[in-house]
Nanobody
Framework: QVQLVESGGGLVQTGGSLRLSCAASSRTLSSYAMAWFSQAPGKEREFVAAMSRSGRTTYYADSVKGRFTISRDNAENTVYLQMNSLKPEDTAVYYC????????????????????WGQGTQVTVSS
């Protein structure tokens, strides 16, 4: 089990940028596939981005392709989500998730496949 702590959320204007960080307690982050999910008020949790443990495979929700980038620094036990060209519809709580797996298929897009979650960080985009 790995503990995850997100940071970097906040209030930003439309078109602005934020970088979310997810610090992991495990020193073997390289064993985990990592992902970001979002949940807006009154809505279900949605997939945003995922990265295989090797870092060679990434997936993005269609709504964020070309605007968001997931990355990882295993030496620092940290995963990032760079969010550019933010829109009001990106407003949500963003959660980091980890799954100890070598899988690189589209199962990484499904929240049910992740065992460990952070507490979330709020992102608010004003119009």
């Amino acid at each position: 089990q790995v503990q995850l702590v997100e940071s970097g959320g906040g209030l930003v204007q439309t078109g602005g940028s934020l970088r979310l960080s997810c610090a992991a307690s495990s020193r073997t982050l390289s064993s985990y596939a990592m992902a970001w999910f979002s949940q807006a008020p009154g809505k279900e949790r949605e997939f945003v981005a995922a990265m295989s443990r090797s870092g060679r495979t990434t997936y993005y929700a269609d709504s964020v392709k070309g605007r968001f980038t997931i990355s990882r620094d295993n030496a620092e036990n940290t995963v990032y989500l760079q969010m550019n060209s933010l829109k009001p519809e990106d407003t949500a709580v963003y959660y980091c998730a980890a799954r100890m797996t070598s899988a690189w298929d589209t199962s990484l897009r499904n929240s049910y496949n992740y065992n460990d979650w952070g507490q979330g960080t709020q992102v608010t985009v004003s119009s």
